[in-house]
């Protein structure tokens, strides 16, 4: 995720969790599964996510 830090920086912690699990409530509702969330010094966010197969 682009710009993180900023928005820890300009909103604080709190709001940042509260984006991060929006985010995360959007890919489940997009068919994402096995989702991992990386937060690194500075802030650094990477989502890895699998997508579910869609059976036909």
């Given amino acids: ?5 900023q ?6 912690h709190t ?3 509260i984006l991060l ?3 995360m409530k959007k890919l489940i509702k997009m068919g994402a599964r096995k989702i991992m ?4 010094v500075g802030d ?5 996510f699998e997508r579910r197969r869609i059976q036909s």
């Fill in 1 to 5: 995720m682009e710009n993180f830090k």
């Fill in 37 to 40: 969330l990386y937060v690194s």
């Fill in 7 to 12: 928005i820890n920086d300009i909103y604080g």
């Fill in 15 to 17: 709001e940042g969790k």
């Fill in 21 to 23: 699990s929006k985010v």
């Fill in 44 to 48: 650094k966010v990477a989502v890895v």
